[in-house]
């Protein structure tokens, strides 16, 4: 800022640091995420929750290359994964 004159809002959009907060593109990676690990899915219900949580949390932010608030994708992938009706 001080040797460009750019806002900071510039400046992270132009370094890629701009975080996803839409709830509906995460819900939406994160579903699609989920789908592609039934198996991890079905064991996260089964018993196995606070390590493949985070498996499942990884990938969310692997397929948004750590772009995600992780607050709202945890909060996404409980719902998602407590579900009992895939």
């Known amino acids: ?5 750019k806002s900071p809002q510039n400046i992270v959009k132009e370094k890629g640091l701009v975080q996803i907060t839409d709830r509906d593109a995460l819900v939406k990676t994160a579903s699609i995420t989920v789908g592609k690990y039934p198996q991890q899915r079905d064991d996260y219900r089964g018993g196995g929750r606070e390590k493949l949580f985070g498996f499942f ?3 969310v932010m692997k397929e948004t290359k750590g772009k995600a608030n992780p607050q709202l994708v945890n ?6 994964l407590d579900k009992k009706d895939d």
Not at 75 to 80: G, H, S
């Open 1 to 5: 800022m001080y040797k460009t004159g």
């Open 57 to 59: 949390v990884g990938q």
């Open 75 to 80: 909060e996404i992938l409980k719902e998602i």
